[in-house]
């Protein structure tokens, strides 16, 4: 293991040698990371290129396919939108979140072709950002890694990533996001954002430009958004962040250093099953502030000597289970930094070195019923006190050497990673209070405490060849994987230690696999027309963190169930054909996936109530699932002040056997050659965008096929339509330069629909509808920015 000395010494010699991979152009053979961040830099021989204005281009060039978001296309949404959100409108992309923002830690969801997020890789600028998962244990989600005004590009992979990738879980495809590079010129940007729900937001952005090789940029963010649901206080969000680039740009190479610094407070909202929302509506939510409302109905569902006194049962439609004070909230202090060198040694060798470090410290604190007992009074109120920490550093390198109609790259990847979950009970509660901080103090009750240690190492070599003039592109090589987790159950800091029957496990799990193939080929048959073709195996390691991965169950279930598992894998083909020529964009894909020993996750509780005796995790080997679709997308500019962007995309993803079901008895559940959950069969998206003089607007409507939320298909929500609205007007130099009056209306018609579902809650069957599984969508809210660039 690298000690911090090691990192920091490591650190000096890329900044005093500059070292680095790729600083040449990026490969059309391989969507990688150093690619991708090349890229941004420099436009390469095989790079379509773009036009200010333009949303999204097509993977020119690629052996697998590809669609890359600009920054345009963030302006049909408000300022400050997660950039996976954005993502929404790309063939076989099903990205979800209950707020128009996307920022919400607990719904911010993707499913690209029969993965879910956690099957899915990501990377900023070269630094791995984990699985996607709430609850992370090994990274950080794009909003609180990047404020999205200094996005440079988002590249989407949707079915097989390159082998740089600096991932454990991309099964599928891969993200990879791109910061923009500080600014050749002196600058200064801005904006202001007031909209529904009391939103307001402000980011201001400092550009040094460039001075003798040496330039950067300091930006930051500051916003805050109430709940949209019925919870009338404790009910606000705040993001406060600060993203930081310099860049030093010599003859052969150059230095980039980036920081990011976000802290994250979020009310959330309630979980909902399809029963409570057909007697209580979309927006059910706290009691907050009628705290004696809330302690009536308490009452009914706790044991203690005078509650039965004094329970107001809940009337019609409520009932008492449905009562809750507010949805809790969640914190996120996040700090990442890395430093990179590029060098090149000669005209057809260059190497990248990289490192970099990332802490997380988090927490979900939740008011749930249960007995406080205190001097001036018992109340049927406990906090539930959930804690995270991550402490994760690591280093990549890479060299590129072209020889002949060869291009040859070989990198690795390491990090080390020790993160923590515990959950601690207060029941000691008095009054309300706002949860929206770090609780101080000691605990009463522990019920889980959990520390894990990560290794990860990994390897990849390949070569890119190209015949024919240049015509045919081949790239094959392979990666190498390993990654331990260590876990062992901890004592904690309550004053009564976690009892054995909801203590989570000691043990230790390994992913291994020394061959993980990948080929390509690529055919520009006329400087228009191209065809291309793909096939990759991937392995993901285990996933850990609360409610994730198969050693967050107590020790009894991990010792029944930890020698049987066996790592989730998958085979996959890709291929199609692009047309690229002037005003036109298409690209359409075809695939099949082999999806081998699916682990499904479940919890027979709902998210309030998984305090409770008998709510433990179980993982269940669903076997194989079966993925196969086509995906069309098509960008047509017929006149330079217009763009007109539509995807479509057909994707039948199914399990192959029945799932033997077992909990305190095994039952054989009908699940062979039904869709997977949360996995939309259609998809249809287009974007309209107009530019004429100082005024612009973008349209964008999606349609989203039905999804279910149970194995056995007996439980599903239905498709829906919704549409969102960017207006702006350039108003020249009225006061201050680049001023810009902006409008955005999300979900523009009001359509109300389940947007995220709860993967942990997922369940074979659910005849009474009763499973709380889903969050409700946004109504129609409404933004306006002014901004200014000068």
Known sequence: MLSHTGYSRLACLLAGT????????????????????????????????????????????????????????????PPGTSVQKALNFLPGVSAQSIDALGVNEQSLTLQVRGFNTTHLGYALDGVPLGDGAYNNY??????????????????????????????????????????????????????????????????????????????????????????FVNQDAWNQSTGKQLNAKARYEFERGAITAFADISRTNQADDAYLSKDMQSRLGWDWAGYAPNWQAFLDRAYCSVTGPTAPAKCVP????????????????????DELYYVAGDYRITDSLSVRGQVYKHTDKGAGNNWIVGWSINPTGNLPVQIRDTRYTIDREGVLGSATWAIG??????????????????????????????????????????????????????????????????????????????????????????????????????????????????????????????????????????QGGFKLGPQSVSQAVWDAQGHTLKPETSNSFDGG??????????????????????????????????????????????????????????????????????????????YDDDLNWCTATCVVKET???????????????????????????????????????????????????FDLGLSYDLGNVGVNGAKLAVNVTNLTGKRYASNFDSSVFAPDDAAGSIVVFHSSAPRQVFATISFDF
């Open 405 to 542: 109609a060869h291009r040859l790259q070989a990198g690795f990847w390491l990090e080390d990673n020790t993160s923590s979950a515990a959950r601690y009970i207060w029941t000691n509660v008095t009054e309300p209070f706002s949860l929206a901080r770090f609780l101080k103090g000691q605990p009463n009750n522990a019920q889980w405490v959990q520390q894990t240690t990560w290794t990860t190492r990994q390897f990849y070599v390949q070569d890119e060849v190209k015949l024919l003039n240049d015509a045919l592109t081949i790239d094959f090589g392979f990666k190498s994987t390993y990654s331990k987790s260590v876990a062992e159950a901890q004592r904690g800091i309550a004053v009564n230690a976690p009892p054995a029957s909801s203590q989570f496990a000691s043990g230790t799990l390994t992913a291994k696999d020394d061959f993980l193939p990948e080929i390509g080929v690529h055919w520009q048959i006329t400087p228009e027309h191209e065809l291309f073709a793909s096939y990759a195996e991937n392995m993901a390691m285990y």
């Open 138 to 227: 090994n990274g950080l989600t794009i909003s609180r890694a990047l404020i999205s005004e200094n996005l440079g590009r988002a590249d989407l992979a949707t079915g097989i990533a390159g082998l740089s990738i600096p991932s454990t879980s991309n099964l599928g495809g891969a993200l990879i996001y791109s910061s923009s590079d500080p600014r050749k010129t002196w600058g200064v940007r801005g904006s202001q954002t007031f909209g529904s729900e009391d939103t307001k937001r402000t980011f201001l952005r400092l550009d040094t430009g460039e001075h003798h090789g040496f330039s950067a940029y300091v930006s930051g963010q500051y916003s805050e958004q109430d709940l």
């Open 18 to 77: 500059a070292l680095a991979t790729l600083a040449g152009t990026a490969s059309a053979a391989d969507l990688s990371t150093a690619a991708a961040v090349a890229a941004v830099n420099e436009q390469g021989a095989n790079e379509p290129s773009y036009e200010v204005g333009d949303i999204v281009v097509v993977g020119k060039g690629q052996t697998r396919s590809v669609s890359t978001l600009l920054p345009a296309n963030l302006e049909t949404l």
């Open 577 to 654: 054909y692009r047309y690229i020529s002037g005003p036109l964009q298409i690209a359409l894909s075809a695939y099949h996936v082999s999806f081998n020993d699916r682990l499904l996750q479940y919890n027979p509780c709902p998210t309030n109530q998984q305090q409770n005796p008998g709510c433990g995790n179980s993982f269940h080997n669903a076997g194989g699932v079966t993925s196969t679709g086509v995906e069309l997308g098509v960008l047509w500019k017929p006149v330079p002040w217009a763009t007109w962007y539509n995807s479509a995309s057909l994707n039948k993803t199914t």
């Open 672 to 722: 062979e050659g039904k869709q997977q959950v949360d996995t939309p069969k259609e998809m249809f998206a287009s974007v309209l965008t107009l530019q004429r003089g100082g005024f612009s607007a973008s349209l964008m409507g999606k349609y989203t096929g039905r999804r279910y939320y149970t194995y056995t298909n007996d439980q599903s929500f239905g498709g829906y339509t919704t």
């Open 314 to 333: 809940a009337t019609a439609p409520e009932k008492n289970s449905d009562v809750t004070f507010t949805n809790g909230q969640i914190l996120r202090n």
